[in-house]
């Protein structure tokens, strides 16, 4: 199973970290529950090396800009 990142800041902060999906066998995000409104997301912070758990209402994706 291969995995596909996704950059993510925390609303409101500027901690910006990446979350990981499962790519081939559906849309999932590594979540503790089923359930969106319980549901929280491991985020890995690279620059402290920690793994720190969020609502997925706190994440908004980092659009990276386009090289022209």
């Known amino acids: 199973m291969s995995y596909k990142y996704r950059t ?11 979350i990981a999906r499962k790519h081939g066998s559906g849309p999932e995000i ?5 359930d969106p409104n319980t549901s929280v997301v491991p985020v890995f912070f690279l620059a402290t090396g ?3 758990f969020f609502d997925r209402s706190l994440l908004e994706d980092v659009v ?3 090289a022209e």
């Open 8 to 18: 993510v800041r925390v609303r409101g902060t500027d901690l910006v970290g990446t």
């Open 30 to 34: 590594y979540e503790t529950s089923k």
């Open 50 to 52: 920690e793994v720190r």
């Open 64 to 66: 990276t800009p386009t």
